[in-house]
């Protein structure tokens, strides 16, 4: 896991609101990270079942429940690899 990873999770989980549902772009725009490595960053993610498609014909990404499991500390990133 990496800095960018926890960026990625934290913005589309949005603590104490609905979780966000966007596009690589979205997530760019609202990180401090450029677009290529967010796009990398996300598959990487995806592959590991920390975010899922919302819809994939759209580019549209969510946090998965791993993924909150593993921002609460209920996994540890050891166990993701």
Do not use: C, W
């Amino acid at each position: 896991m990496t800095r960018a990873d926890d960026a990625i999770l934290e913005f589309l989980l949005n603590e104490g609101n609905e979780p966000i549902v966007a596009n690589p772009s979205t997530v760019e725009a609202n990180i401090d990270y450029k677009i290529s490595h967010v796009r990398r960053r996300l598959r990487a993610l995806q592959d590991g079942g920390l975010v899922e498609y919302y819809d994939e014909d759209r580019g549209l990404y969510r946090i998965s429940d791993r993924g909150r499991a593993y921002l609460e500390g209920e996994l540890a990133a050891e166990d993701l690899e």
